[in-house]
């Protein structure tokens, strides 16, 4: 599962960062889900991902954060 935001790395650059989550990966130490609730929820006993539930900076640190690796963030430059 997938989530993509765009962001902006400078006054030129265009980023997408896109959240991936790997169920088969996430050993539920909900790190994540307690950290920021706004944007990792489990939904029906699935983790649902809001972007625009926080910062960029605060989701790159909650993501860096997972001891599992099951989040990951991938930039993408589209400048
Ligand atoms: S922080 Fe990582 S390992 Fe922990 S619940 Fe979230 S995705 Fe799973």
Same mark, same amino acid.
């Given at each position: 599962?997938?989530?993509?935001?765009?962001?902006?790395?400078?006054?030129?650059?265009?980023?997408?960062? +896109?959240? $991936?989550?790997? =169920?088969?990966?996430?050993?539920?130490?909900?790190? !994540?889900?307690?950290?920021?609730?706004?944007?990792?929820?489990?939904?029906?006993?699935?983790?649902?991902?809001?972007? +625009?539930? $926080?910062?960029? =900076?605060?989701?790159?640190?909650?993501?860096?954060? !997972?001891?599992?690796?099951?989040?990951?963030?991938?930039?993408?430059?589209?400048?």
């Amino acid at each position: 599962m997938d989530h993509s935001i765009q962001t902006s790395n400078s006054w030129r650059n265009k980023v997408i960062m +896109k959240i $991936a989550y790997d =169920a088969k990966v996430c050993i539920h130490a909900g790190n !994540c889900v307690n950290n920021l609730p706004a944007v990792f929820k489990i939904v029906n006993e699935q983790l649902v991902i809001d972007p +625009k539930g $926080a910062s960029e =900076a605060e989701i790159r640190q909650t993501v860096a954060s !997972c001891p599992s690796g099951a989040l990951q963030i991938a930039d993408t430059d589209m400048s």
